[in-house]
Each structure stands twice: as C-alpha cells, then as structure tokens.
C-alpha cells in the first residue's frame, strides 16, 4: 500500500503570480480593509502551523515526494523548471514554497505534479473572472460549470502523475487547494492520510 500525506491549503496573495494586483483591487470592493488583514494574518499563521508541524514531523525526508498546486511538470526533471518556480514564488514571499525550499534542504525530492494546458485554461478563466469585476458567486451557470470542469481534470491529471511517480518504498505529501477533491480519483492502493488534520471550512487570501 502506497502512502500519500495530503496538506490542504490556502493560497496567500504571494502565490497569485500577475493576477494579485487585480484581485486586490477586486477585493477591495468587496471587503473591508479590516478583514483583508485579519485574513492575511490568519493566513500567515496557518502556515506557520504547518511549518511547524512538519519540523515537529517524523517524516523520512530522503524518501519524501513532495507534490504542490499549481507546479506543472515539464516532463524532463533535468531542465529544474519546477525547482525555478519553487524558487521564484519563494523569493517573492509565498511561504508554501519557501516550505517546499527547506524540505529540499532535508533532501526530499520535488515532482512536478500539473498539467500546464490545464493550468492556463484556468489561470485564462480566472483572468477574465477578474478583469470584469466578477465575483465567483456571481458568474454565470456555464463559467461555474467550466471552472469545475478544469479542477475536475486537473484532480484526475494529478492522481494519475501520483500514480506514475509514487512507488511503494517512497512516501508522497501533496500541497493541494482546499477545492480539490483527490481523494475521490487516487488508484485504491494509495493510503491518505492528514497529518494536520482536515479543515473545516475555506477562507482566502
């Protein structure tokens, strides 16, 4: 039985790439300046639990994948793309990649986990959510049923590199957005587990 540890979480404003200057502003529309930071904050310290609690872990890092959202794979692992995204997001504040940095440095291994069409359409998708104004809850029935086309995929995309990559003497641990429903897709010798529990609810950055 193959085991993956599986770590829900929430996006901050430093892994939105171009998008966090237009859903800033979309945001401050929406909320007041109050909830913004009560919200980073409480971001910050989600991650700060889960950095925590893997220093607290007992993890055999030699023998960790590491998967993450949003970190396509370019199919040739000796290019290092996905180690220059890692290190690029992590340079510019985003402390889930700054957390993938020092499980490098624990001698864990990055697999590059998404498909990059898909990762585009969705990144398209939310751009034109975005540059018009749109809140989610107020798109359109087709616009949801698109989005929850693409996460549907993009789930699948991901089980099956999971399924691919992960042999029985490695032990996986995947960085996954709360939407995601993975669980539901994996191949039935894959073992999930939490480590820090599941959530409860979502929130944004």
């Known amino acids: 039985m193959r085991r993956l540890s599986m770590i829900p979480i929430v996006h901050s404003r430093h892994d939105l790439g171009s998008l966090e200057g237009p859903i800033n502003a979309l945001k401050a529309t929406l909320f007041s300046p ?12 989600f991650w700060q639990a889960i950095f925590d609690g ?13 998967y993450q959202d949003g970190l396509p794979t370019t199919g040739d692992p000796h290019q290092g793309i996905e180690l220059r995204i890692v290190e690029d997001l992590a340079s510019k504040g985003s402390q889930n990649h700054r957390i993938i940095q020092w499980l490098l440095q624990q001698n864990a291994a990055l697999v590059g986990t998404e498909s990059v ?7 398209e998708l939310a751009r034109r959510f975005v540059t018009k104004g749109l809140h989610v809850h107020d798109a359109d ?13 993009r789930d699948q995309f991901i089980a099956t590199r999971i399924h691919q990559t992960l042999s029985p003497d490695r032990h996986g641990l995947i960085f996954l957005g709360l939407l995601h429903r993975l669980e539901a897709v994996l191949p039935d010798d894959i073992r999930v587990d939490y480590p820090f529990g599941r959530p ?5 950055a």
Do not use: G, K, W
């Open 141 to 153: 029935d087709d616009r949801v049923s698109l989005s929850n086309s693409i996460r549907e995929r």
């Open 34 to 45: 109050q909830s913004i930071v009560t919200t980073r904050v409480a971001i910050d310290h």
């Open 117 to 123: 069409d898909l990762l585009m359409e969705e990144y």
């Open 54 to 66: 893997l220093r607290r872990s007992d993890f055999d890092f030699p023998n960790l994948y590491v």
């Open 200 to 204: 409860r609810s979502a929130f944004s």
